[in-house]
Every structure is written in structure tokens, then in C-alpha cells.
T-cell receptor
Framework: SQTIHQWPATLVQPVGSPLSLECTVE??????LYWYRQAAGRGLQLLFY??????ISSEVPQNLSASRPQDRQFILSSKKLLLSDSGFYLC??????????FGSGTQLSVL | GIQVEQSPPDLILQEGANSTLRCNFS?????LQWFHQNPWGQLINLFY???GTKQNGRLSATTVATERYSLLYISSSQTTDSGVYFC????????????FGKGTLLTVNP
């Protein structure tokens, strides 16, 4: 079964600073990869998904971008963080229409 | 897009009690999953259940796709069952993209 590595677990960044969150997956090949954000109040919002290397689809226009340089690597970035970028960021992995598995998440606080 | 409503939003139980969580969705789906988020934030996949009934220990789930709802049953609840339970659905040509409900916060007291 697949393992999802996501780091760091917590991150405090000043407004206007850059961001790079990395997610790597083991135990599977050619997975669908996802970035979700969970704000206070519980709901999960899909930010980006990718069905292959270099293929990125954005669900919500925002200050963030994503890249997939390798089959099992998914990166979430920002050039300049905003206060509203604070939240809990989760990477997820799936194979087609099957169970979705999540990493342990990164709690981002922008101050 | 598909709308997902979960009820109740909050539920408090005594250890040993049973509970039923409901998920209603606004359109036909061919992907439906239930997740448990523990107090540390980790999301665990409980069921992939676009239709029918499945059981895993004290948990079971039923999806009636034609009536656009799914139920999650928790029997003999334990304090470790506490957390937020999410229903997520996908449909049509984008069935690999899941839309999440707002969740049910379950608190099981000893």
C-alpha cells in the first residue's frame, strides 16, 4: 500500500514570504495527486490535482501554484504569502476511482 | 458542482452507544468515500462505497445512490472514535475529484 510523506508538520511564515510544501508518495506508480486545504471550521477545499507529470489542474484561483516534477512528487508553492493562506494543507493520493489516502498535513500560519 | 450535506453537524455520545451519520448529495455519483479525521488531523479512509453496504468491525456504511444518500453506522462507540467524520463524493467525468461535506464532529465520552 502507498505511503504519503508530507513535511513540515508545522510552519510559521511572515506575510510576503515564499512557500514550498513538498509531498512524496511511495508504493504506487502514476497516481492521481491532490492538494487540499482545510480552514478552521472543518471543510476541505480542493486546490489542485494532477493526473500525471507536468499536468496540473487548478480548482480555485488564488495565490498558490502547484507542480509535479516527478511521478510521485507534488509541490505546493507561493511567491508571496497572504494572511488568508493560513490553514491546514493536506496532500492526497489515489489511483483512478478508488480510495483516496491522505498525508499527515502541514499546519501553515502566516503572520 | 455537487453539493454535499452531512448531519448532524455535532454529536455527543456516551461510550457504548450507537450512532448513525448521514450524507446527502445533490446529484448522481459514482464515487463516495467516508473518512475519519482524528484529533491530530490525520484523515483515515473508512470506506469506498458508491453503492451498497459494507462493514468493517464496528463500522458499517450503506449508500443508496438512487436516493442520493449514504449512512455511516458506528456501534458500541469508543472514545477513540471521537473526531470528525467526512463524506466525500465524485461524479460524472470528474469522479476522481472528491467534494467533501462539512463533516460531523463526534465526541465520545467515557
Amino acid at each position: 500500500s502507498q505511503t504519503i510523506h508530507q513535511w513540515p508538520a508545522t510552519l510559521v511564515q511572515p506575510v510576503g514570504s515564499p512557500l514550498s510544501l513538498e509531498c512524496t508518495v511511495e508504493g504506487t506508480s502514476n497516481p492521481n495527486l491532490y492538494w487540499y486545504r482545510q480552514a478552521a471550521g472543518r471543510g476541505l477545499q480542493l486546490l489542485f490535482y494532477s493526473v500525471g507529470i507536468g499536468q496540473i489542474s487548478s480548482e480555485v484561483p488564488q495565490n498558490l501554484s502547484a507542480s509535479r516534477p516527478q511521478d510521485r512528487q507534488f509541490i505546493l508553492s507561493s511567491k508571496k504569502l497572504l494572511l488568508s493562506d493560513s490553514g491546514f494543507y493536506l496532500c492526497a493520493c489515489g489511483q483512478g476511482v478508488t480510495k483516496l489516502f491522505f498525508g499527515s498535513g502541514t499546519q501553515l500560519s502566516v503572520l | 458542482g455537487i453539493q454535499v450535506e452531512q448531519s448532524p453537524p455535532d454529536l455527543i455520545l456516551q461510550e457504548g452507544a450507537n450512532s448513525t451519520l448521514r450524507c446527502n448529495f445533490s446529484d448522481s455519483v459514482n464515487n463516495l468515500q467516508w473518512f475519519h479525521q482524528n484529533p491530530w488531523g490525520q484523515l483515515i479512509n473508512l470506506f469506498y462505497i458508491p453503492s451498497g453496504t459494507k462493514q468493517n468491525g464496528r463500522l458499517s456504511a450503506t449508500t443508496v445512490a438512487t436516493e442520493r444518500y449514504s449512512l455511516l453506522y458506528i456501534s458500541s462507540s469508543q472514545t477513540t472514535d471521537s473526531g470528525v467524520y467526512f463524506c466525500a463524493v465524485g461524479g460524472g467525468g470528474s469522479n476522481y475529484k472528491l467534494t467533501f461535506g462539512k463533516g460531523t464532529l463526534l465526541t465520545v465520552n467515557p
